[in-house]
């Protein structure tokens, strides 16, 4: 099992941007398909994207509009998501988490989260 750790947070103005980075424990990293959520203030956990092993295929929010980008660098298991033009809308805690398929991770259901971290955007 994979332990993640998420980082990179923090309060911007709009427009500015901001790379996330969730790092993970244990060797078997690269096994996994990674993504990355976000949950809003009084709102449910969403989908953002998500990145199969060896960087195949990316999936993304329709939201997400061309301004968010997930990586994975298998070397450091770390999986990165920049965001470019943040909104205030943007302002969410964002998560990462793992999964065998990144095709179906958009509606799968985690056994646990990490704590992970806080973007908050200003107008």
């Known amino acids: 099992q994979v332990q993640l750790v998420e980082s990179g947070g923090g309060l911007v103005q709009a427009g500015g941007s901001l790379r996330l980075s969730c790092a993970a424990s244990?060797?078997?990293?690269?096994?996994?398909?990674m993504g990355w959520f976000r949950q809003a203030p009084g709102k449910e956990r969403e989908f953002v994207a998500s990145i199969s092993r060896s960087s195949v295929t990316t999936y993304y929010a329709d939201f997400v509009k061309g301004r968010f980008t997930i990586s994975r660098d298998d070397a450091k298991n770390t999986v990165y998501l920049q965001i470019n033009s943040l909104k205030p809308e943007d302002t969410a805690v964002y998560y990462c988490n793992s999964g065998s398929v990144a095709a179906t991770l958009k509606s799968a259901i985690f056994a646990s989260w990490g704590q992970g971290t806080q973007v908050t955007v200003s107008s």
């Open positions: 244990g060797r078997t990293f690269s096994s996994y398909a």
